[in-house]
T-cell receptor
Framework: QQQVKQSPQSLIVQKGGISIINCAYE??????FPWYQQFPGKGPALLIA?????SEKKEGRFTISFNKSAKQFSLHIMDSQPGDSATYFC????????????FGTGTKLQVIP | DGGITQSPKYLFRKEGQNVTLSCEQN?????MYWYRQDPGQGLRLIYY???????QKGDIAEGYSVSREKKESFPLTVTSAQKNPTAFYLC????????????????FGAGSRLTVL
């Protein structure tokens, strides 16, 4: 199964708070887990990514936590800012006969002042 | 600046018409992709191309066609056979389809929004 399940569908967080988006997968052949950020009317852009042999990766205010045994990974946005308001997609690469990227359904984040 | 250029940004189509969306990249990437984005459904792969003159169907290829005559260009035609074409279409590219850490790290264009009247 190539699915990547993402939750929540939408999220409202106050400025300075922590935003948490969760994803789960089934295919253990996935070998790379990127997160993309998309602003309205724009294409998604790579935000941060992790490999399954690492449990956590941090870049500035953005952290990916990865739980290989549970087949789950999550994005944490610390000190959330109004400029972080966007749609976030988790994704997973690999599985099957080629390096396909499978996307989650997206989380619309709104950070309110 | 290197990147992906999609045109037009907005396109309106009457039922029964074919329309072609343009995608050009100057990143010297080998692989190119077309995705369709609908609210609440994420990004779904329409077609991908690993190399010039070769392309493969993705998950939702019915009603679409592509060509890859040049490395830089990967146009998508939405045919009249596509029953629900209203969507946001995204073109992407990556360095190499198979090789190493860069494989399938996708760079996206700004998208084209197609509306059927």
């Amino acid at each position: 199964q190539q699915q990547v399940k993402q939750s929540p569908q939408s999220l409202i967080v106050q400025k300075g708070g922590i935003s948490i988006i969760n994803c789960a997968y089934e295919n253990t052949a996935f070998d790379y887990f990127p997160w993309y950020q998309q602003f309205p009317g724009k294409g998604p852009a790579l935000l941060i990514a992790i490999r399954p042999d690492v449990s956590e990766k941090k870049e500035g205010r953005f952290t990916i936590s990865f739980n290989k045994s549970a087949k789950q990974f999550s994005l944490h946005i610390m000190d959330s800012q109004p400029g972080d308001s966007a749609t976030y997609f988790c994704a997973a690469r690999g599985g099957g006969g080629y390096q396909k990227v499978t996307f989650g359904t997206g989380t619309k984040l709104q950070v309110i002042p | 600046d290197g990147g992906i250029t999609q045109s037009p940004k907005y396109l309106f189509r009457k039922e029964g018409q074919n329309v072609t969306l343009s995608c050009e990249q100057n990143l010297n990437h080998d692989a190119m992709y077309w995705y369709r984005q609908d609210p609440g459904q994420g990004l779904r792969l329409i077609y991908y191309s690993q190399i010039v003159n070769d392309f493969q169907k993705g998950d939702i290829a019915e009603g679409y066609s592509v060509s890859r005559e040049k490395k830089e260009s990967f146009p998508l035609t939405v045919t009249s056979a596509q029953k629900n074409p209203t969507a946001f279409y995204l073109c992407a590219s990556s360095i190499d389809y198979y090789r190493g850490a860069g494989a399938n790290v996708l760079t996206f264009g700004a998208g084209s929004r197609l509306t059927v009247l």
